[in-house]
């Protein structure tokens, strides 16, 4: 397993605007603060949500539409580098009135209400470069 060591950075303990769109706010509070990695969590509601699963064989992502209102039961994420900008890759578990759940990669989401818990990490930034097995933009690691 490849791997970069990190010390701890600063800790924030955030709340998303009601009616914004998470993935934005995310992006933009990471651009604000000019924090380069970290990793983070998500508890609340949206309103409506687009997930998606990434088809191994097809090497593309298949959108599952969810346009209802659904807690963030809970999602976890992690701040690196694409193109040499922030971003933002965040997995969700969202549930329904009946306690239903709806999981993988979050690309958008309308916030009802949602608490964000940034961890920044103090060490490499990791760029987010094409793996020709998966498909997928996998860290670079430098050592
Ligand atoms: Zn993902």
Not at 70 to 83: K, V, W, Y
Not at 126 to 137: F, S, Y
Request: net charge positive; proline share 1%; hydrophobic share 45%.
């Amino acid at each position: 397993m490849k791997s970069s060591r990190y010390r701890a950075g600063r800790t924030f303990l955030c709340r998303a605007e009601y009616h914004s769109e998470l993935m934005k706010s995310i992006l933009e509070f990471v651009r604000e603060k000019e924090i380069k990695m970290a990793v983070f969590f998500v508890i609340g509601a949206v309103e409506d949500a687009t997930l998606a699963y990434y088809h191994h064989e097809k090497h593309e992502y298949q959108k599952i539409t969810l346009k209802r209102p659904l807690e963030i039961a809970n999602a976890f994420g992690n701040i690196s580098s694409r193109d040499g900008q922030p971003f933002a890759h965040l997995h969700a578990v969202l549930s329904d009135a009946k306690g239903r759940a709806y999981a993988g990669h979050l690309i958008s989401a309308t916030v009802f209400a949602a608490e964000v818990h940034f961890l920044e990490l103090i060490g490499d930034i990791l760029e987010r470069e094409k793996d020709q097995i998966t498909g997928l933009a996998l860290w670079r690691f430098i050592k």
